[in-house]
């Protein structure tokens, strides 16, 4: 067969039902064929929400994501796509055609190096030079990007490649001798950190996005339980812990509770499972724990040690890690009185829907918790970057697995809307909700005509206060108040731009309209789009200023204004007896 037929049946081989691209001169050649294979081709707008939508089909299905777009321009509108996808460890195979063979490297029409280009983007990339290498390249494609430490490989084939003839031979086992991973934890090292958590009395787990990818939910939950652990997650790592159980605390960090940041600082173990330890969690390293002893299980050996020390580490699947870690555990130290300290620490900063003193409008929280109160919990959110990212991360309770998605560490505007569309694909059972911005909105929104095409019933929550809300944040408390470049006010006319695709909108500018309006939403078969009118110097609290320590969050805007004193930290938790309550109240 010939070179694009190869591929075709490549997908199929590896159960790809589903692919995002668009098609162009150079990969006409595989877009000719597609239609005898049993995959569905979702017409994107814009290659690199097709990127973003292999991403959220990934995500939320657990399966590998498949993108595509030509030579050139189609190539590199996909780069963002795929660092994002690279940031956040997820599998993602982009399928590009390049210009014919004996053209590289002459500036012939629409070439780039995309090669070089996504050498450092992607865990693994190819130019297929001979269609004989094409079945077995794509074998190792598929390998490299759903095994180990998941991330995105590059295919970039040229054009004579696809129209060439050769035998397809797809039953050959890929043999990489340099890439091996490690899956199976030292039991040495297990033991150690046993001993560790067993004599532990302040001790914290730090669950990542790994726990997500290696779907080790239910192991995470039994460590946590037989141990008496609080667990906290990373932004990633939202999902991975029922957040309605008592040992809880949410997500840590530069916006993370007050409560999950002072248990970190105080701990005296820190037992990372499956995370990257990166500055947005950690605040700074150097200050980082500083009475705790670190465990780090992770299936990435490059990643351990690297921003913070650690003293026990285990390489390995983080799901086949715990199964072996969690029996070897025997009696741990009693940890009422930490349990007691944190519950203290949640009742003195307790969460707000509103600020201190504020009077009418309509604030993003109230916004995310009508949503939760609506979908009772069961949805799947998929949030953009900035301030409304945040506000969902800390007020929609996530108890199901793998149920939030974002773009973590690209922070990528514009992520949400087309990777809502992909998870929604994946997911035609469970209701997606894109929480999104409107500044991360105006960069990918021609994708609302994919949804509409596709019949793909996601609900866009779109959060308007006129401006680059967390550019704008950053320039009041850091810059003088100085506002340059991140007023959005005046156009476009939301609203209009949903019903010029098709989509019915409604628009609420007070909390009451709340309730009403997300109903409407659900009720709607088809995709819906609320545009939020929020407040427009609404800011995003708890901070942790980049640079300090986790001690040191603000809790709250009253703070930062310095209406208050900033609160201090004592150097050992209060031990003082609280009711024993959830922690989470």
């Known amino acids: 067969m010939n070179g694009a037929r190869m591929v075709a049946q490549a997908m199929v081989e590896e159960g790809v039902e589903v692919v995002f691209g668009i098609p162009g001169g150079a990969i006409l050649p595989l877009y000719d064929v597609l239609p005898e294979f049993p995959i569905r081709n979702v017409l994107v707008r814009h290659e ?42 997820v599998p993602l195979v982009a399928i590009t055609a390049n210009v014919a063979t004996h053209f590289i490297g ?8 995309i090669t070089g280009i996504t050498i450092p983007v992607t865990k693994q990339n190819y130019l297929v030079r001979h269609v004989a290498d094409l079945p077995r390249v794509m074998k190792e494609a598929f390998y490299i990007a759903s095994s180990g430490r998941p991330g995105p490989v590059h295919v970039d084939i040229p054009k004579d490649v696809l129209i060439a003839e050769g035998e397809f031979d797809y039953s050959q086992p890929v043999t990489l001798p340099s890439y091996e991973p490690t899956l199976e934890g030292n039991m040495v090292q297990i033991r150690k950190a046993a001993r560790l958590i067993e004599t532990a009395e302040r001790p914290v787990i730090l669950a990542g996005h790994g726990v997500i990818l290696s779907r080790a939910w239910d192991e995470l939950r039994e460590f946590a339980e037989k141990t008496g652990i609080p667990v906290i997650t990373t932004l990633l790592g939202i999902g991975s812990f029922p957040e309605s159980h008592p040992l809880s605390l949410g997500f840590p960090g530069m916006h993370g509770w007050v409560w999950a940041n002072y248990a970190i600082h105080h701990s005296d173990l820190v037992i990372g499972i499956g995370n990257r330890f990166d500055d947005r969690a950690c605040g700074k390293f150097s200050a ?68 201190h003193g504020a009077v009418g409008g309509l604030y993003t929280p109230e916004v995310i918790d009508g949503i939760y109160r609506a979908t009772r919990g069961t949805a799947m959110v998929v949030a953009d970057v900035g301030q409304h990212q945040m506000f969902a991360a800390q007020h929609y309770y996530y108890d199901e697995p793998n149920s939030w998605q974002t773009s973590g560490g690209l922070g990528t505007m514009g992520y949400a809307l087309p990777a809502a ?10 209701p997606v909700w894109c929480v999104i911005g409107d500044g991360g909105f105006q960069m990918t929104f021609q994708e609302l005509a994919v949804a509409v095409v596709e019949r793909v019933p996601v609900k866009f929550a779109l959060i308007n206060n006129a401006y680059l809300g967390m550019v704008r944040q950053w320039q009041e408390l850091f810059h003088k108040q ?34 009403f309006a ?13 545009e939020f009118q929020t407040v ?23 703070y930062a204004r310095g209406d208050a004193r900033r609160p201090a930290v004592n150097a050992q938790p209060r031990r003082e007896p609280v009711p024993a309550t959830g922690l989470r109240d």
């Open 106 to 113: 002459s500036d012939a029409f629409q070439e780039a190096d």
């Open 288 to 355: 980082f724990a500083p009475q705790a002893r670190i465990i780090h299980i992770d299936i990435d050996p490059a990643e351990i040690g690297k921003n913070v020390r650690v003293d026990v580490p285990i390489v390995g699947d983080v799901k086949r890690v715990l199964a072996k870690l969690t029996p070897e555990v025997g009696a741990c130290v009693e940890k009422s009185a930490w349990h007691a300290q944190i519950r203290a620490w949640k009742a003195e900063y307790p969460p707000r829907l509103r600020p």
């Open 48 to 89: 690199q929400g097709g990127a973003h939508m292999a991403d959220g089909y990934a995500r939320a299905s657990g399966k590998v994501g498949v993108c595509m777009g030509t030579s050139g321009p189609g190539a590199t509108n996909l780069v963002t796509g795929i660092l994002t996808a690279h940031m956040d460890s």
């Open 482 to 515: 100085n506002y340059v470049g991140v007023d959005l006010s005046g156009v476009p006319d939301y609203v209009k731009i949903a019903e010029a695709y098709g989509i019915p909108a409604w628009r609420v500018t007070r909390p009451d309209q709340v309730d």
């Open 421 to 430: 569309i992909g998870a929604q694909i994946a997911r035609p059972d469970k």
């Open 536 to 558: 427009k110097d609404e800011n995003v609290f708890p901070m942790v200023v980049p640079g300090t320590a986790l001690s040191e969050v603000i809790p709250d805007e009253t």
């Open 518 to 530: 997300v109903g409407a939403a659900m009720a709607y078969p088809g995709p819906a789009l609320i």
